[in-house]
């Protein structure tokens, strides 16, 4: 038997164990009488076995009672069944919804709006392409190689969420075959793009990515996600999702370049996602394709630390000043509050 909260699922065995009751008729008697091992017997009276319509031929038989009642009972039974279990999920996945921004999810149009927590919990299967959200803690459904500030329970729903969007969106974009060699050797033209404002740069970032087999999304920011950008694989292309709106642009291109730094490194593909050794690779690895290493050093150790010397040091490099800004901030070399007038913002369009 199997309840829920609307329903109380009794399988046909019950109703054959009262009849035996009724007969003082013992379950191996039964057995024999029906020409069915006691196992079946006992399956059957507890609802684990099917009763099939030549079951209950042999019951009208021994029992008297018609097959096409038996038959009745248990096509019943197997639609409470299914109900009593849907709505026992459907339950359990609304108290999973309450871990995942639902009411900003909806604001942006990524769900429809509602107050309604079962409603939520069937919106939101659609949304994710599930028939359970209970799922979402399946790995194979979570390999995401992100970069963000935090890790909570809350924030792990959220990007799963933020990714689901990244991944919708994606399937818009159409790309050429994944190549990464090809994404290696464009990496220079994209970082000279540090110079470009968004509404010029934003186009040729997306258009070069994509024939790279690279979709680029930019999604707005969830709050209590923590996330700067997401990368994964869908098909036969890869998703690189970043946070757009209000942004200083040194994190914008590091948060760019960390994400296909996972492409580059071969982490996207991990069975268990990145770990923090992959995660400092990605930071290195975006710190030194947008600021040479060995440069970055020289330029440190001369100690000119001065807005001039910033903006002389950048225009050698071909990037931005405000890049140069953010990684002497990032290693400790300034204060966090020094030369961020050097830092433009962008505002990129969604």
């Known amino acids: ?13 019950v109703t054959i164990k009262e009849q035996l009751n009724d007969r003082g008729m013992s379950q191996k008697e039964f057995a024999v009488r029906m020409n069915l091992s006691e196992k079946h017997v006992s399956k059957l009276v507890n609802g684990e076995v099917q009763l099939t319509p030549e079951v209950a031929v042999r019951l009208e038989t021994v029992l ?25 999920e459907m339950e359990a996945d609304a108290e999973l919804a309450k871990l995942l921004p639902y ?25 994710f392409e599930v028939v359970g959200l209970s799922l979402l803690e399946n790995a194979q459904l979570t390999k995401i190689a992100c970069r963000r500030l935090a890790l909570t329970e809350k924030s792990d729903f959220a990007l799963m969420a933020w990714a689901q969007e990244a991944k919708i969106k994606a399937r818009e974009i159409k790309t050429g075959p994944i190549d990464v060699n090809r994404l290696v050797s464009i990496l ?8 470009m404002s968004p509404e010029d740069f934003c186009p040729e970032i997306r258009a070069s990515l994509a024939e790279c ?11 209590g996600s923590f996330l700067q950008g997401a990368t994964f694989l869908d098909g036969n292309k890869y998703v ?3 946070t757009a709106g209000g942004k200083d642009a040194d994190k914008f291109w590091f948060s760019l370049f960390h994400e296909l730094a996972h492409i580059v490194l071969g982490h996207v593909e991990c069975e268990d996602g990145t770990s923090e050794d992959d995660e400092r690779a990605a930071d290195l690895w975006s710190g030194d394709v947008l600021i040479e290493r060995d440069a970055f050093k020289t330029f440190r150790d001369n100690g000119d630390y001065s807005e001039a010397g910033i903006i002389k040091f950048a225009k ?23 030369h961020n007038e050097l830092k433009e913002k962008y505002e990129i369009v969604v």
């Open 213 to 223: 087999g690279v979709a680029l999304v930019f999604l707005p920011h969830l709050k």
């Open 240 to 242: 690189v999702g970043l």
């Open 1 to 13: 038997m199997v309840r829920s909260r609307t329903f109380v699922a009794t399988p046909p065995g």
């Open 64 to 88: 008297g009672v018609p097959a096409q009642y038996w038959n009745n009972l248990e096509a019943i039974y197997r639609e409470k069944l299914i109900k009593a279990r849907e709505e026992n």
């Open 316 to 338: 050698e490099q071909g990037i931005a000043p405000g890049i140069v800004v953010g990684r002497m901030q990032r290693e400790g070399v300034i204060k966090y509050s020094m």
């Open 188 to 195: 220079p033209s994209i970082r000279k793009m540090t110079l």
């Open 103 to 127: 009411s900003e999810m909806a604001k942006f149009g990524w769900v429809p709006e509602t107050k309604d927590a079962l409603q939520k919990a069937r919106y939101l299967r659609k949304y």
